[in-house]
C-alpha cells in the first residue's frame, strides 16, 4: 500500500470531487448539519477535521462549528489546496494515527469520506480514543461512492476477485434476452462490487489468453489477470475506481463481463459470483472498530436522505450511483433527515430528486 501522502498528491481529485458534488450541495449539506448538530456534543474540547481534502465538510457545517474546527489533512499538496481555498481556517498537515492534540482535548472528530480509504482504521480508532473526552464524538459521512482501498485487500486474501456490478447495468439489460437476464448472478442495484471465486475466473482468464479470445482485450482491470503476479489489490481499486467513474468505460467494461459471464455458462463452468455492497462492508467494519470493546458506542448506522424538488420524475443519487425512475419510489432511500432537523420539506411525491450520505455516529464512552 502506498502511504496517504503518495495516493493523495494530486489536486485535481479535489476539483473531481467539487463538480461531482455541485449538483447534490444543498441536500448533502442539509444532511451534513442535520448530523452534527444531531451527533457533536457541546463544549468544552476542540473540534477536529480528519483529513479534510479540499475542505467540502467546512462548506457543509453549521457556521459556528465551522468558525472553531481545526483541519487535519496528512497529504502536503492536499493541505496546501486547503490553506489556499480556506486562508482563514487553520490547517495542520498530519495524519489520523497521530493527532496533535493531548489525551481528551477534542470533543469532535469529523471526517468526510475517509474512513473508507483507510488500512489503518484500528489505529486511527485508538488515536482518537485517546484524543477525545469521554461523550466525545466522531462522525463520519460519505457522500459519494465508498472507496474499495479497504474492501479490496479482503476480498483478494479471502479468495475472491471484486468485479464491477455487471448484472445491474440498466443499459445492458434492456438489450439482453429474458434467457441472458436470467443466466446473470442475482445482485442488488446498488451493490458496487460482485465477487468471484478467484480460481475459476483465473482459469476462465487463462483459457481465453491461451486461445487468443478477442474477449479478454476488452476485460480493461481484469484483461491481465492471468499473468502471474498481476492481482495487486491497490493496482485493482485504482482502476475499479477510474472504470466506474466514467460512465462510457464502465458500460464497455460491463458488457464484456456479461459477455464473460455468458461464456462462462454456455461452457459449463461454474462461475460462483456474490454481490457486496461497498458502503454496507464499510458500515460494518467502523461498527466493530467503533464498539463497546475499543471504548466507544455507536449512536448511528446507514444512509440518509434528503430531497427537493425536480423537473420530472424520480432522480436517486446513492452509493455513487445517480439512477432515474420514472416515478417516486414509496420509500425514501434511508432515514428522512427531516427526522433530525425541522427546516421545511416537500412531500415526496410529484417529480423528486434525492439524495443519501452515509453517517456513522460513535461516542467516547
Ligand atoms: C477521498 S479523499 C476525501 C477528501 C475530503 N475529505 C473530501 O471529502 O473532499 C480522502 C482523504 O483522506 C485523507 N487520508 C488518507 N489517509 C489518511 C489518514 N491515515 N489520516 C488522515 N487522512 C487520511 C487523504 O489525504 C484525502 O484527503
Request: contains cysteine; charged residues 25%; aromatic residues 6%.
Given at each position: 500500500?502506498?502511504?496517504?501522502?503518495?495516493?493523495?498528491?494530486?489536486?485535481?481529485?479535489?476539483?473531481?470531487?467539487?463538480?461531482?458534488?455541485?449538483?447534490?450541495?444543498?441536500?448533502?449539506?442539509?444532511?451534513?448539519?442535520?448530523?452534527?448538530?444531531?451527533?457533536?456534543?457541546?463544549?468544552?474540547?476542540?473540534?477536529?477535521?480528519?483529513?479534510?481534502?479540499?475542505?467540502?465538510?467546512?462548506?457543509?457545517?453549521?457556521?459556528?462549528?465551522?468558525?472553531?474546527?481545526?483541519?487535519?489533512?496528512?497529504?502536503?499538496?492536499?493541505?496546501?489546496?486547503?490553506?489556499?481555498?480556506?486562508?482563514?481556517?487553520?490547517?495542520?498537515?498530519?495524519?489520523a494515527d497521530a493527532l496533535?492534540?493531548?489525551a481528551?482535548?477534542?470533543?469532535?472528530?469529523?471526517?468526510?469520506?475517509?474512513?473508507?480509504?483507510?488500512?489503518n482504521l484500528g489505529a486511527v480508532r485508538d488515536e482518537l480514543r485517546r484524543v477525545l473526552?469521554?461523550?466525545?464524538?466522531?462522525?463520519?459521512?460519505?457522500?459519494?461512492?465508498?472507496?474499495?482501498?479497504?474492501?479490496?485487500?479482503?476480498?483478494?486474501?479471502?479468495?475472491?476477485?471484486?468485479?464491477?456490478?455487471?448484472?445491474?447495468?440498466?443499459?445492458?439489460?434492456?438489450?439482453?434476452?429474458?434467457?441472458?437476464?436470467?443466466?446473470?448472478?442475482?445482485?442488488?442495484?446498488?451493490?458496487?462490487?460482485?465477487?468471484?471465486?478467484?480460481?475459476?475466473?483465473?482459469?476462465?482468464?487463462?483459457?481465453?489468453?491461451?486461445?487468443?479470445?478477442?474477449?479478454?482485450?476488452?476485460?480493461?482491470?481484469?484483461?491481465?489477470?492471468?499473468?502471474?503476479?498481476?492481482?495487486?489489490?491497490?493496482?485493482?481499486?485504482?482502476?475499479?475506481?477510474?472504470?466506474?467513474?466514467?460512465?462510457?468505460?464502465?458500460?464497455?467494461?460491463?458488457?464484456?463481463?456479461?459477455?464473460?459471464?455468458?461464456?462462462?455458462?454456455?461452457?459449463?463452468?461454474?462461475?460462483?459470483?456474490?454481490?457486496?455492497?461497498?458502503?454496507?462492508?464499510?458500515?460494518?467494519?467502523?461498527?466493530?472498530a467503533f464498539?463497546?470493546?475499543h471504548g466507544f458506542?455507536?449512536?448511528?448506522?446507514?444512509?440518509?436522505?434528503?430531497?427537493?424538488?425536480?423537473?420530472?420524475?424520480?432522480?436517486?443519487?446513492?452509493?455513487?450511483?445517480?439512477?432515474?425512475?420514472?416515478?417516486?419510489?414509496?420509500?425514501?432511500?434511508?432515514?428522512?433527515?427531516?427526522?433530525?432537523?425541522?427546516?421545511?420539506?416537500?412531500?415526496?411525491?410529484?417529480?423528486?430528486?434525492?439524495?443519501?450520505?452515509?453517517?456513522?455516529?460513535?461516542?467516547r464512552?
Amino acid at each position: 500500500m502506498l502511504p496517504a501522502a503518495d495516493r493523495w498528491h494530486d489536486p485535481a481529485l479535489l476539483e473531481h470531487l467539487a463538480r461531482v458534488r455541485a449538483p447534490w450541495d444543498a441536500l448533502a449539506g442539509r444532511i451534513v448539519r442535520a448530523a452534527a448538530a444531531r451527533f457533536v456534543p457541546p463544549a468544552p474540547g476542540a473540534v477536529v477535521e480528519l483529513g479534510a481534502g479540499g475542505g467540502q465538510l467546512l462548506e457543509w457545517l453549521p457556521p459556528p462549528l465551522a468558525a472553531e474546527a481545526v483541519l487535519t489533512e496528512p497529504s502536503e499538496p492536499f493541505a496546501r489546496a486547503l490553506r489556499a481555498r480556506h486562508p482563514n481556517a487553520p490547517v495542520l498537515q498530519t495524519n489520523a494515527d497521530a493527532l496533535p492534540f493531548g489525551a481528551g482535548e477534542v470533543r469532535a472528530a469529523l471526517a468526510l469520506c475517509v474512513f473508507d480509504t483507510l488500512r489503518n482504521l484500528g489505529a486511527v480508532r485508538d488515536e482518537l480514543r485517546r484524543v477525545l473526552r469521554p461523550g466525545g464524538a466522531v462522525l463520519h459521512v460519505l457522500d459519494l461512492a465508498t472507496s474499495p482501498d479497504a474492501l479490496f485487500p479482503e476480498l483478494i486474501a479471502g479468495g475472491e476477485v471484486p468485479l464491477t456490478n455487471f448484472a445491474r447495468d440498466t443499459a445492458l439489460l434492456e438489450v439482453l434476452s429474458d434467457a441472458q437476464r436470467e443466466a446473470l448472478p442475482e445482485a442488488g442495484e446498488f451493490d458496487e462490487v460482485l465477487a468471484v471465486r478467484w480460481e475459476p475466473f483465473h482459469a476462465l482468464l487463462k483459457l481465453l489468453a491461451a486461445t487468443g479470445h478477442p474477449l479478454l482485450a476488452r476485460l480493461g482491470p481484469y484483461a491481465e489477470l492471468h499473468r502471474p503476479g498481476a492481482l495487486d489489490p491497490d493496482a485493482l481499486a485504482l482502476n475499479f475506481m477510474r472504470e466506474s467513474a466514467d460512465p462510457a468505460r464502465l458500460l464497455a467494461l460491463n458488457r464484456a463481463l456479461v459477455a464473460l459471464a455468458l461464456t462462462a455458462k454456455q461452457m459449463g463452468r461454474e462461475w460462483p459470483v456474490r454481490a457486496v455492497s461497498s458502503r454496507a462492508f464499510v458500515r460494518a467494519k467502523l461498527c466493530a472498530a467503533f464498539g463497546p470493546a475499543h471504548g466507544f458506542e455507536m449512536l448511528f448506522a446507514g444512509p440518509v436522505s434528503a430531497w427537493e424538488a425536480a423537473d420530472e420524475g424520480f432522480v436517486l443519487r446513492h452509493a455513487g450511483r445517480t439512477v432515474r425512475r420514472a416515478e417516486v419510489p414509496a420509500e425514501p432511500f434511508g432515514t428522512p433527515v427531516s427526522d433530525w432537523d425541522t427546516e421545511a420539506f416537500l412531500p415526496r411525491e410529484g417529480a423528486v430528486r434525492e439524495t443519501t450520505v452515509e453517517v456513522f455516529a460513535a461516542r467516547r464512552a
